[in-house]
């Protein structure tokens, strides 16, 4: 002997673990004890073992007609006792769990981050010279060892019957919370770190892998966390030569964060789809990268005539025939949400307006499809059209409007307000107080009784005197009203003009007042002095003349009654009670001079209004027609459109003349005063309604009085 150490020669069985040197090269580079040769197939290397016993041989898992543990198996058919090293490309733990059944002396996982030659090289020089010296550890723990060093798992190996702990490594304490050596102790003690619930579960698989059957399940341990942890058990039987189980080997793997990502995203899909299916007025579609829909649903099924189970697993050409632009906006959204694109768009579906959102759907960086959240805006659109017109119409309206917010400031004014309180913008009153718009005795008066009143109420109208920019003040109509969320909404109207009107005419009121005393006093008496000395002239004397005197008289009377009349008429109606035509026009009949005259009454309509002055109309009518048709006139009372007729068989108004016969002084009676078809007019006015002249029947005259409905209560 020189004393030199001894040269190994090893056999290597696969491709190089990388592209730099060749496995023989990269190896024999590392130490000068070894000489590699290698082999391509594991038919290949038997034949180099057959030829040429080796030290040791290394073979990669994955080769091309088998694998590693196929060709470990196959040498420890003939030879348990030389070096065998698996190396693998990634932890895989049920080649682990094979190669150790099989007999593997070393395992080496190859990364790319860390120099594979090199531990191999280590590797291959422990597992001679282990088998050399003859100063092995036992043969389980050995092939344990080689695992657990290339693995964060518990491995653990146990006599078949249980009796036995052969070896667990470190990791077993940190997982189960319990002692490594009070388990090689008692090796049933893991028992104990199990749930309770899952205990009777490990006892059966126990059980099952002393019977030779493989085991593969979740259970929960660690009763210092509450049993929170989850790990995955596996297990393998191990066998000797004439097939009996000697043992049971295998490992665990804490899978707690698996698990409770596995949890979340049930409790996640579980949510989705709750979601999906009660998706409120619209819908959810999930679409693959074939645009085929994968998941539909949603309450807004429900408005239209389609089933979500009938989209599910087809295109949208292949559901139903869609209006060519509905199926070219949906086609193109969906190829723009799988560009990664968000995007909105409306589509029209059966009088139905629908906004869709689209959602790209990614999956580790990669959009692999896509969602459509679909909602139907209908009546929002229909809402907000509304709000459109209405906005319009405030912007536009020649009243004042206005609301304020729960801070009672201005939120919005439109430009008639802002006209009527003298301002060139609305912008000047937003976010200022409405006492900007007025002075300080309405303002004292609104704080005190308006305020109060409205919002105890929730409206207030009335009347108000508004303070303008320039600091002149004004009469105004004011509306008040609080919505249910506390704001306040103004109207507001400038009513000078008709303020002054009303002043007008009150003096005006005045003076037909003064007017009428003096008609009814200073003319009546004369007249009926007049009228008590013709008849003593009359007693006395006979002559043609008196006649005359006497007619002149009565068209006096008359014309007295009539102005008193439109004087004491006013302009409005005090009061409306149903009044029967029929009663109203016999009434009126009998109060007027007929001779021979006739009334017909074909209606049976009730209408509302003052009876005094519809009782005048009639009265003015009826004479009217006694007046030009004669003394053995019809008069005829009946129906139309909207409203009643007035007619007589008399000669007629010829239609040049109709504009003109309303009109005060109009007569073309000799003995006519020109104020009755006057006060005619004027009841119908202030009452609300129309009258028209036309032809009768009969060739006479016919009053058409209508839009009566309109003056109903």
Same mark, same amino acid.
């Given at each position: 002997?020189?004393?030199?150490?001894?040269?190994?020669?090893?056999?290597?069985?696969?491709?190089?673990?990388?592209?730099?040197?060749?496995?023989?090269?990269?190896?024999?580079?590392?130490?000068?004890?070894?000489?590699?040769?290698?082999?391509?197939?594991?038919?290949?290397?038997?034949?180099?073992?057959?030829?040429?016993?080796?030290?040791?041989?290394?073979?990669?898992?994955?080769?091309?007609?088998?694998?590693?543990?196929?060709?470990?198996?196959?040498?420890?058919?003939?030879? !348990?006792?030389?070096?065998?090293?698996?190396?693998?490309?990634?932890?895989?733990?049920?080649?682990?769990?094979?190669?150790?059944?099989?007999?593997?002396?070393?395992?080496?996982?190859?990364?790319?981050?860390?120099?594979?030659?090199?531990?191999?090289?280590?590797?291959?020089?422990?597992?001679?010279?282990?088998?050399?010296?003859?100063?092995?550890?036992?043969?389980?723990?050995?092939?344990?060892?080689?695992?657990?060093?290339?693995?964060?798992?518990?491995?653990?190996?146990?006599?078949?019957?249980?009796?036995?702990?052969?070896?667990?490594?470190?990791?077993?304490?940190?997982?189960?919370?319990?002692?490594?050596?009070?388990?090689?102790?008692?090796?049933?003690?893991?028992?104990?770190?199990?749930?309770?619930?899952?205990?009777?579960?490990?006892?059966?698989?126990? !059980?099952?892998?002393?019977?030779?059957?493989?085991?593969?399940?979740?259970?929960?341990?660690?009763?210092?966390?509450?049993?929170?942890?989850?790990?995955?058990?596996?297990?393998?039987?191990?066998?000797?030569?004439?097939?009996?189980?000697?043992?049971?080997?295998?490992?665990?793997?804490?899978?707690?964060?698996?698990?409770?990502?596995?949890?979340?995203?049930?409790?996640?899909?579980?949510?989705?789809?709750?979601?999906?299916?009660?998706?409120?007025?619209?819908?959810?579609?999930?679409?693959?990268?074939?645009?085929?829909?994968?998941?539909?649903?949603?309450?807004?099924?429900?408005?239209?005539?389609?089933?979500?189970? !009938?989209?599910?697993?087809?295109?949208?050409?292949?559901?139903?025939?869609?209006?060519?632009?509905?199926?070219?906006?949906?086609?193109?959204?969906?190829?723009?949400?799988?560009?990664?694109?968000?995007?909105?768009?409306?589509?029209?579906?059966?009088?139905?307006?629908?906004?869709?959102?689209?959602?790209?759907?990614?999956?580790?960086?990669?959009?692999?499809?896509?969602?459509?959240?679909?909602?139907?805006?209908?009546?929002?659109?229909?809402?907000?059209?509304?709000?459109?017109?209405?906005?319009?119409?405030?912007?536009?309206?020649? !009243?004042?409007?206005?609301?304020?917010?729960?801070?009672?400031? =201005?939120?919005?004014?439109?430009?008639?307000?802002?006209?009527?309180?003298?301002?060139?913008?609305?912008?000047?009153?937003?976010?200022?107080?409405?006492?900007?718009?007025?002075?300080?005795?309405?303002?004292?008066?609104?704080?005190?009784?308006?305020?109060?009143?409205?919002?105890?109420?929730?409206?207030?109208?009335?009347?108000?005197?508004?303070?303008?920019?320039?600091?002149?003040?004004?009469?105004?109509?004011?509306?008040?009203?609080?919505?249910?969320?506390?704001?306040?909404?103004?109207?507001?109207?400038?009513?000078?003009?008709?303020?002054?009107?009303?002043?007008?005419?009150?003096?005006?009121?005045?003076?037909?007042?003064?007017?009428?005393?003096?008609?009814?006093?200073?003319?009546?008496?004369?007249?009926?002095?007049?009228?008590?000395?013709?008849?003593?002239?009359?007693?006395?004397?006979?002559? /043609?003349?008196?006649?005359?005197?006497?007619?002149?008289?009565?068209?006096?009377?008359?014309?007295?009654?009539?102005?008193?009349?439109?004087?004491?008429?006013?302009?409005?109606?005090?009061?409306?009670?149903?009044?029967?035509?029929?009663?109203?026009?016999?009434?009126?009949?009998?109060?007027?001079?007929?001779?021979?005259?006739?009334?017909?009454?074909?209606?049976?309509?009730?209408?509302?209004?003052?009876?005094?002055?519809?009782?005048?109309?009639?009265?003015?009518?009826?004479?009217?027609?006694?007046?030009?048709?004669? /003394?053995?006139?019809?008069?005829?009372?009946?129906?139309?459109?909207?409203?009643? =007729?007035?007619?007589?068989?008399?000669?007629?108004?010829?239609?040049?003349?109709?504009?003109?016969?309303?009109?005060?002084? =109009?007569?073309?009676?000799?003995?006519?005063?020109?104020?009755?078809?006057?006060?005619?007019?004027?009841?119908? /006015?202030?009452?609300?309604?129309?009258?028209?002249?036309?032809?009768?029947?009969?060739?006479?005259?016919?009053?058409?009085?209508?839009?009566?409905?309109?003056?109903?209560?």
């Amino acid at each position: 002997m020189n004393g030199q150490p001894r040269r190994y020669h090893v056999l290597f069985v696969g491709n190089g673990l990388d592209s730099r040197d060749s496995p023989d090269e990269a190896i024999e580079r590392e130490s000068d004890r070894l000489t590699v040769e290698v082999a391509t197939d594991s038919d290949e290397a038997l034949e180099r073992v057959d030829e040429r016993p080796c030290d040791c041989l290394v073979s990669r898992y994955d080769l091309p007609t088998t694998d590693g543990v196929d060709l470990l198996e196959t040498v420890r058919r003939d030879d !348990d006792t030389l070096p065998f090293v698996l190396v693998t490309d990634d932890g895989s733990e049920p080649v682990a769990s094979r190669a150790i059944s099989a007999g593997v002396t070393d395992y080496v996982r190859h990364s790319e981050s860390v120099d594979t030659y090199a531990t191999l090289t280590d590797r291959i020089h422990e597992a001679v010279d282990r088998a050399r010296s003859g100063t092995r550890a036992g043969e389980a723990e050995r092939h344990l060892e080689a695992v657990t060093a290339a693995s964060d798992d518990v491995h653990w190996l146990f006599s078949a019957d249980w009796s036995e702990t052969l070896f667990v490594d470190d990791a077993y304490e940190s997982v189960w919370a319990r002692s490594a050596e009070t388990l090689r102790e008692n090796p049933r003690d893991f028992l104990n770190g199990v749930h309770p619930d899952d205990r009777e579960r490990v006892e059966a698989g126990m !059980d099952a892998l002393s019977a030779g059957d493989p085991v593969d399940s979740e259970i929960r341990v660690n009763a210092d966390e509450q049993y929170r942890r989850r790990v995955r058990v596996r297990g393998e039987p191990v066998r000797d030569d004439t097939g009996a189980v000697v043992r049971v080997a295998g490992f665990v793997r804490d899978v707690t964060d698996r698990v409770e990502r596995r949890q979340r995203l049930h409790r996640a899909e579980a949510r989705f789809r709750t979601l999906a299916e009660h998706f409120p007025n619209g819908g959810v579609h999930y679409f693959d990268r074939d645009l085929r829909y994968q998941f539909v649903s949603g309450d807004g099924f429900q408005a239209v005539d389609i089933d979500p189970k !009938d989209l599910q697993g087809n295109t949208i050409h292949e559901v139903e025939q869609y209006a060519e632009d509905v199926t070219e906006t949906v086609e193109s959204l969906m190829l723009a949400t799988l560009d990664g694109a968000h995007e909105t768009v409306e589509l029209s579906y059966e009088d139905h307006i629908y906004e869709v959102h689209s959602v790209p759907l990614r999956d580790e960086g990669t959009v692999s499809g896509g969602f459509f959240i679909t909602q139907d805006v209908t009546e929002r659109r229909r809402r907000e059209r509304e709000l459109e017109a209405r906005a319009a119409a405030m912007e536009a309206s020649i !009243d004042g409007m206005a609301i304020l917010d729960g801070n009672e400031e =201005y939120a919005f004014v439109n430009r008639a307000h802002a006209n009527i309180y003298g301002y060139d913008d609305p912008e000047a009153f937003v976010g200022r107080s409405w006492r900007m718009c007025y002075g300080e005795p309405e303002r004292e008066r609104f704080e005190s009784e308006v305020m109060p009143t409205l919002f105890a109420e929730g409206d207030w109208r009335g009347e108000a005197t508004g303070l303008r920019e320039d600091g002149s003040t004004f009469p105004q109509e004011l509306s008040l009203t609080v919505t249910e969320d506390g704001r306040v909404i103004c109207v507001v109207r400038d009513v000078s003009d008709r303020k002054e009107r009303e002043e007008r005419m009150a003096r005006q009121n005045e003076r037909l007042e003064e007017f009428a005393g003096v008609v009814s006093h200073d003319l009546r008496n004369p007249l009926q002095v007049v009228e008590g000395r013709l008849e003593q002239v009359r007693a006395g004397c006979d002559s /043609d003349h008196l006649d005359a005197i006497e007619q002149g008289i009565g068209r006096m009377e008359a014309l007295i009654d009539d102005l008193l009349t439109l004087a004491q008429q006013g302009d409005s109606v005090t009061g409306r009670d149903p009044v029967d035509i029929e009663a109203i026009a016999e009434r009126s009949w009998r109060n007027v001079v007929t001779t021979d005259a006739s009334l017909v009454v074909d209606t049976d309509r009730t209408v509302s209004g003052d009876a005094g002055q519809l009782k005048q109309l009639f009265e003015n009518l009826m004479r009217n027609a006694v007046d030009h048709g004669g /003394d053995d006139v019809t008069v005829t009372i009946g129906d139309v459109e909207g409203g009643f =007729y007035l007619e007589d068989d008399g000669p007629g108004i010829p239609e040049s003349e109709r504009s003109a016969v309303f009109e005060a002084g =109009y007569s073309t009676a000799d003995d006519g005063t020109g104020f009755g078809l006057n006060i005619v007019r004027r009841v119908v /006015d202030i009452h609300g309604w129309e009258i028209a002249v036309t032809d009768a029947r009969d060739g006479g005259t016919r009053f058409e009085i209508t839009d009566v409905r309109r003056g109903d209560p």
